[in-house]
């Protein structure tokens, strides 16, 4: 994206949101408006649909993302791949919908990668806290040669993995008290994903974390089943978190992609010339999303603010206590996720902050 497309697309940005001083409990975050769809049509024979299942809601940065998908795969082909949207985890969760895809029964799905490492044990690798500074530096390690060589890994198991996408850092929120150091979560009960490495940060920093599915999640923290959760503030916003939690922490403690991925079956049964439109469609709608995702993410923990929700904003020394207290993850995952990609993102990392 040029300098002036970027100014442009935060002037709508923040004219989406001009005159906003709070969240209710019905309004939804405003988006801007989608961009335009460029290249040529694509003929190729057949007629077909697509059912594309993400466990977010149709108020978040990653379902605009596929409103952008789908505009670019129906105009583009002519009408001919017709795209349904399903947010919300309307047809299952993120581990149902990848289950759906392998059987054929579901065309598309874009899950965040951590509940797909029982799969994809590489995946783990996202779930290290605090390897990511910026969000730019994931950019590097996912648009890279890194990042292409987990997409072809993870194309086999029934699922063709097209692009990135962001699902953001991780925020702390809980309904008890401010969270200022590792300390303050003793005996918290923070609902994780079903995902070792995130059960062993949250033991590590002394909660108790207890893995449910994203759908069962609001409910669960209306009734007091658990006391918190982690989730990027775009999801915390959209999934209306701050009606039953008044606490947050900015802790940016992990960086979570999302990945499209396609049924593989679906995709053999596709011409080759509709095979590449979905994948150029799939790449564009992940850096659309991401910048989404970016443009709103300020705006969104302002308004949450303006709800009522009491942030935490941790200082360069408090962050360094958390980490300190991590360490011993990166020491007990190293073999499992594979010590050389760690180590090669690492270097990617440090190789993007030298250049900054």
Avoid: C
């Avoid at 874009?110 to 590489?122: G, H, I, Y």
């Avoid at 679906?266 to 509709?274: A, K, N, Q």
């Amino acid at each position: 994206m040029t300098t002036t497309t970027t100014t442009r697309f935060v002037s709508v940005v923040g004219g989406a949101f001009l005159g906003l001083t709070a969240l209710s409990a019905s309004a939804a975050t405003e988006m801007p408006a989608l961009p335009d769809v460029t290249g040529d049509k694509v003929q190729a024979d057949g007629d077909f649909k697509i059912k594309f299942s993400i466990g977010t809601t149709e108020s978040g940065a990653q379902y605009r993302g596929l409103q952008y998908f789908e505009k670019i795969v129906e105009q583009r082909s002519d009408g001919h791949i017709q795209v349904d949207l399903f947010p919300g985890a309307q047809l299952g969760d993120d581990r149902e919908a990848t289950s759906a895809l392998q059987a054929g029964t579901l065309e598309m799905t874009m899950p965040s990668t951590s509940p797909l490492v029982n799969m994809f044990p590489q995946f783990a690798v996202f779930d290290l806290p605090f390897l990511f500074p910026q969000p730019e530096m994931a950019d590097a390690v996912l648009d890279g040669e890194i990042g292409q060589q987990m997409l072809e890994d993870a194309s086999s198991q029934g699922l063709v993995a097209i692009g990135w996408g962001e699902n953001g850092y991780r925020q702390l929120t809980n309904s008890q008290h401010p969270v200022e150091k590792p300390e303050d979560l003793d005996g918290l009960k923070i609902r994780t994903m079903e995902n070792d490495l995130h059960l062993d940060i949250w033991r590590t920093l002394g909660a108790n974390p207890t893995p449910m599915s994203f759908a069962e999640l609001f409910t669960a923290l209306e009734q007091g089943v658990v006391d918190g959760q982690e989730n990027p503030w775009i999801t915390i916003e959209s999934s209306k978190f701050n009606e039953v939690q008044d606490y947050a922490t900015e802790t940016n403690h992990v960086y979570t992609p999302f990945i499209t991925l396609v049924s593989a079956r679906f995709w053999d049964r596709l011409p080759e010339d509709y095979q590449a439109l979905v994948r150029d469609a799939a790449t564009k709608m992940g850096d659309y999303q991401r910048e989404v995702s970016r443009t709103l993410n300020d705006q969104i923990k302002q308004d949450l603010k303006d709800s009522g929700m009491q942030i935490t904003e941790l200082s360069p020394e408090q962050v360094k206590v958390f980490q300190d207290t991590l360490e011993p993850v990166y020491k007990d995952w190293r073999d499992q996720i594979g010590g050389e990609l760690i180590d090669d993102i690492r270097e990617q990392v440090q190789q993007a902050q030298e250049q900054e």
